[in-house]
């Protein structure tokens, strides 16, 4: 080590000391410094140095209280015993203990040590006695009478005034970000105050309201007001003593009021239920003019969200949205399907019955952006289905918290009939729009998480999507969507793999023959230059009529769509061919696959042998 690196650091500190932010050189010079203290050792006024700008800083943080005093006190054991063992820093860990020391901090042993280390020294040290003051101002009887007060000043320096400025800036940082926390931390209880609702109409959505009846010596003391709950902390404390309001769909106001509710006892659940059920046929069914869209807008959402929050439906909700969809003209129709979304406890009879008789309706009855929705709807139901009962980490046995709902009776059976359904209506879609690029994408994701979610669940599922949606999807002028197909075809194989008992791949067989089709026929198309050749062999094509087929021989069919001329990968092939790029064999259309769409150029390479 040079004399040139401990100048450096010296340098950096003194700036640091003076400037407090010679940013532009922190970590390179804090790296000198740490190589040279490691290999070297550094000389007593250096380690002063150092100590002093430490503890002014440390001193400055605690005054200021940008850091949890708390978190400091834990070490003051280790402070003490520190400036005891470590005489060059004995000054400075002196200064700490003065500011940390609590009456309670004061014991006999600790007054004992710093006689003998007073003692130890034949000139007085300052900053002990400054802590045997301390001590006896704290507990008299444990200090000699002898031991005078004396100026801390004297013994330290104040804390240099750039420091000062600089932590009172973070200071009033700090308290700023405390209040805009604790303003987005309370919570809200007057939400349904400024709904639009005639004058002579009760409100659909009721205020936050307490009575009592009786005398308040019958009421227990210890119970809190919801207004009381400032925090999420607060509510986790105090939500078994909460005084909960008399209308329970009040609650639904916040986050507060859905935690509350959901671990509330039975009887209270029950009331919210009953409550909650009569205001939906009411403003849906019964009163429907007499309320705003605003207000039962507000009124799903609050549903939505409560739902969302447990993570599982509400049965009331069920037995309305069955009551109420045979009239449905359209209206609200997005979030109903919303909450459709949760119907996870119901029986495999009125799933049937009461949730896809409705959702076939509305499919054939509503436009495309609403099919898509639709299938969005159909694919978050199996999701929430298999997240609640189908993987190994679920508790299939605990009854869910609100009512103490059980599961849906047979999942196994359940899952199947809501795949066939939505398997029914893709198809229908595909058909009514022409295989339109929005529906089919969302054909094939939806089929995508059915694979993922069968392939981490327990029960016996493997869904595969029809032969629509593969052809579909590999005719498309849309490169992303001839992605999709191949990565869905991979996640197939891969399954395929992970199943290796005898029993499961017999009990799968027409499944796996059909997944072997699939891949041969696109695999035929892409690189062998065969789409129309082995009809009878595939389900490519097969039911095009040999007469068209011969009609079209001159345009040389089976060129159309292997890796080189698929309209889907053409404009690619266009912009690289501007750029003076010669893409003309199939060789050189898989090494721009590899790049541009390399889930292509995965499922040629693992399925063309």
């Not at 070297?40 to 002014?56: F, P, V």
């Not at 009331?316 to 919303?338: A, C, H, I, P, W």
């Not at 995508?448 to 669940?457: G, H």
């Amino acid at each position: 080590m040079t004399d040139e690196e401990r100048d450096t650091f010296l340098k950096f500190l003194r700036d640091l000391k003076v400037n407090k932010k010679d940013y532009s050189t922190f970590e390179e010079s804090l790296g000198i410094l740490q190589n040279y203290a490691a290999t070297k050792g550094l000389i007593d006024e250096d380690i002063d140095l150092l100590a002093d700008i430490i503890i002014n800083t440390e001193l400055g943080i605690l005054d200021y209280q940008l850091i949890d005093k708390k978190v400091i006190n834990i070490y003051y054991s280790v402070f003490f015993y520190m400036m005891l063992k470590k005489e060059r820093l004995e000054r400075h860990i002196a200064r700490i203990i003065y500011v940390l020391t609590k009456p309670e901090d004061v014991t006999r042993r600790d007054v004992s040590r710093l006689l003998n280390l007073h003692q130890k020294y034949s000139k007085p040290r300052k900053h002990i006695i400054v802590l045997l003051s301390l001590f006896k101002s704290y507990k008299p009887e444990l200090v000699p009478e002898k031991i005078q007060s004396i100026n801390t000043e004297s013994v330290w320096k104040p804390i240099p005034e750039i420091l000062r400025l600089m932590l009172q800036d973070a200071k009033s940082r700090l308290e700023s970000q405390q209040t805009q926390d604790l303003h987005s931390e309370c919570f809200n209880w007057n939400v349904f105050e400024f709904m639009k609702t005639k004058k002579t109409v009760a409100p659909l959505l009721p205020p936050v309201g307490y009575f009592q009846i009786g005398s308040n010596i019958f009421k227990e003391k210890d119970t809190k007001s919801i207004f009381e709950i400032s925090s999420t902390e607060e509510l986790g404390k105090l939500h078994l003593s909460v005084e909960l309001p008399c209308n329970a769909i009040s609650l639904l106001s916040n986050i507060a009021g859905y935690h509350l509710l959901t671990f509330a006892d039975f009887h209270y659940q029950s009331r919210f239920s009953y409550n909650l059920y009569n205001t939906l046929v009411r403003a849906f069914i019964l009163e429907n003019e007499k309320f705003s869209t605003e207000e039962i807008n507000k009124l799903l959402d609050i549903t939505i969200e409560f739902s969302q929050y447990m993570q599982q439906d509400i049965l009331v909700v069920n037995r309305f949205l069955d009551e109420y969809l045979y009239f449905n003209t359209g209206e609200y129709q997005s979030k109903l399907l919303v909450l459709l979304q949760w119907m996870t406890s119901v029986s495999i009879s009125d799933l049937q019955e009461k949730i896809l008789v409705h959702v076939q309706n509305m499919f054939y009855e509503s436009t495309l952006s609403m099919k898509c929705e639709i299938i969005r709807t159909l694919k978050m139901l199996i999701t929430n289905l298999f997240v609640s009962q189908a993987f190994e980490e679920c508790s299939h046995k605990t009854p869910a918290p609100f009512l103490g709902q059980g599961a849906v009776d047979n999942l196994e059976e359940a899952i199947p009939i809501l795949t066939k359904t939505t398997k029914t209506l893709i198809v229908s879609g595909l058909n009514i729009h022409s295989y339109d690029i929005l529906l089919l994408s969302e054909a094939l994701s939806f089929y995508e998480e059915i694979c993922i979610l069968e392939n981490r669940s327990t029960i016996m599922s493997f869904t595969l999507a029809p032969p629509a949606v593969i052809y579909g999807g590999f005719i498309t002028k849309h490169c992303a969507i001839l992605s999709k197909v191949c990565k869905l075809l991979l996640r197939y194989r891969n399954r395929c793999l992970q199943l290796k008992n005898r029993k499961i791949q017999k009990l799968y067989k027409k499944k796996f023959n059909t997944i072997s089709i699939y891949a041969q026929d696109i695999v035929e198309a892409l690189w062998y230059d065969e789409p129309f050749k082995k009809r009878s062999n595939m389900y490519f094509l097969r039911n095009v009529p040999t007469r068209a087929m011969e009609d079209l021989k001159h345009c040389n069919l089976n060129c159309l769509l292997n890796i080189s001329n698929h309209y889907a990968i053409l404009p690619y092939k266009c912009i690289l061919n501007k750029t003076g790029l010669s893409i003309n064999t199939r060789e050189a259309a898989m090494s721009v696959a590899l790049y541009y769409y390399p889930t292509i150029s995965e499922f040629l390479d693992i399925f063309q042998n």
